[in-house]
């Protein structure tokens, strides 16, 4: 991938590490701050685009279940398409591992060094250690909360996130941007909503109040409620973006 952005002075350090059939590679990446990420980013979605490959952005808060729904997920449609997985952390490898050992699929792990987000020329630095030649879709699992994810455009095809039930249904209200942001809302643990006061309706009228456009979906990615659904929404995706 060639690009020309303007490098300021400032530098940070992440790493990866990628998980194989037998072995654990650790690779140390120096990256510039770009100027100007959204430039980066929309030049990383047309070379994504070009090569075929969907990348989707997901967030969510700590907890919120997103290596569960994607271990479900993978599983249901790994058979139909070709996936890879990069998990974001501040630190720890421990989602990396369990993917690659639940699902079988290429898994890659980033560590940012620190920072609570990802931008496009951390996403492109995982893609080009990941290796895309191979696969159809990317999950980039981002760092764990619902405000810094949001404000930087990781060049991906698509953004998603996961709101759990314990959460509570204000959180459209309280965190406006990443909702705005998700072309598909997953509604997580509703196998424990007798437990919470959470309203459903309201919550999916929140939502919608900050994005009439989103999909929303109620899942429990524990005992698999409707994530044939979730699965039909990325094959049907996947069909599109490569036509």
């Given at each position: 991938?060639?690009?020309?952005?303007?490098?300021?002075?400032?530098?940070?350090v992440?790493?990866?590490?990628?998980?194989?059939?037998?072995?654990?590679?650790t690779?140390?990446l120096?990256?510039?701050?770009?100027?100007?990420n959204?430039?980066?980013?929309d030049?990383?979605?047309?070379y994504?685009?070009?090569?075929?490959?969907?990348?989707?952005?997901l967030?969510?808060s700590?907890?919120a279940?997103?290596t569960?729904t994607?271990?479900?997920l993978?599983?249901?449609i790994?058979?139909?398409?070709?996936?890879?997985?990069?998990?974001?952390d501040?630190?720890s490898?421990v989602?990396?591992?369990?993917?690659?050992?639940?699902?079988?699929?290429k898994s890659?792990?980033l560590h940012?060094?620190?920072?609570?987000?990802?931008?496009?020329?951390?996403?492109?630095?995982?893609?080009?250690?990941?290796?895309?030649?191979?696969?159809?879709?990317?999950?980039?699992?981002?760092?764990?909360?619902?405000?810094?994810?949001?404000?930087?455009?990781?060049?991906a095809?698509?953004d998603?996130?996961?709101?759990?039930?314990?959460?509570?249904?204000?959180?459209?209200?309280?965190?406006?941007?990443?909702?705005?942001?998700?072309?598909?809302?997953?509604i997580?643990?509703?196998?424990?909503?007798e437990y919470f006061?959470?309203?459903?309706?309201?919550?999916?009228?929140?939502?919608?109040?900050r994005?009439?456009?989103?999909?929303?979906i109620?899942i429990?990615a524990?005992?698999?409620?409707?994530?044939?659904?979730?699965?039909?929404?990325?094959?049907?995706?996947i069909k599109?973006f490569?036509?």
């Amino acid at each position: 991938m060639n690009f020309n952005i303007k490098k300021e002075c400032e530098k940070v350090v992440f790493y990866f590490i990628i998980f194989g059939m037998e072995e654990v590679r650790t690779i140390l990446l120096h990256r510039s701050a770009y100027a100007d990420n959204d430039l980066e980013a929309d030049a990383l979605r047309s070379y994504l685009k070009e090569k075929g490959v969907f990348v989707v952005n997901l967030m969510s808060s700590p907890g919120a279940g997103k290596t569960t729904t994607l271990t479900t997920l993978i599983n249901l449609i790994k058979n139909k398409v070709r996936v890879g997985v990069m998990e974001a952390d501040i630190d720890s490898d421990v989602d990396a591992v369990n993917i690659a050992k639940k699902t079988g699929v290429k898994s890659i792990q980033l560590h940012t060094g620190g920072m609570c987000h990802l931008d496009a020329g951390m996403t492109k630095a995982g893609l080009d250690g990941i290796d895309t030649k191979d696969l159809d879709i990317v999950f980039l699992e981002n760092v764990g909360n619902l405000v810094c994810p949001a404000e930087f455009d990781t060049g991906a095809s698509m953004d998603m996130m996961i709101l759990s039930i314990p959460e509570g249904d204000d959180k459209p209200l309280k965190y406006p941007l990443v909702f705005e942001k998700s072309d598909l809302v997953l509604i997580n643990k509703i196998d424990a909503k007798e437990y919470f006061n959470f309203d459903m309706d309201k919550c999916i009228e929140y939502i919608k109040v900050r994005n009439k456009d989103a999909t929303i979906i109620p899942i429990s990615a524990k005992t698999g409620e409707n994530m044939n659904l979730v699965a039909d929404y990325f094959i049907n995706k996947i069909k599109c973006f490569k036509e």
